[in-house]
């Protein structure tokens, strides 16, 4: 997969799981695909989301607000 596909597929993925984007992580682009770039996409988002701990938007939807 070329650099460009991945980078807008990690966006993709970021944005519908997370509702992030690539430079809302605070890594810039090169930054990540120094860090994350040999792994698949679906993976680099996860090991990301792991490390900080992130809650998907569907796990949201299962999490009750104090009234």
């Not at 810039?28 to 792991?50: H, K, N, Q, T």
Request: net charge negative; charged share 30%.
């Amino acid at each position: 997969m070329q650099r460009e596909d991945f980078v807008v597929l990690v966006n993709n993925i970021l944005q519908e799981k997370y509702s992030l984007t690539i430079s809302d992580t605070g890594y810039s682009i090169s930054e990540w695909l120094d860090r994350f770039g040999d792994m698949p996409a679906e993976e680099a988002v996860r090991c990301y989301a792991e490390k900080y701990d992130l809650i998907s938007t569907d796990e949201l939807s299962f999490i009750e607000q104090d009234k």
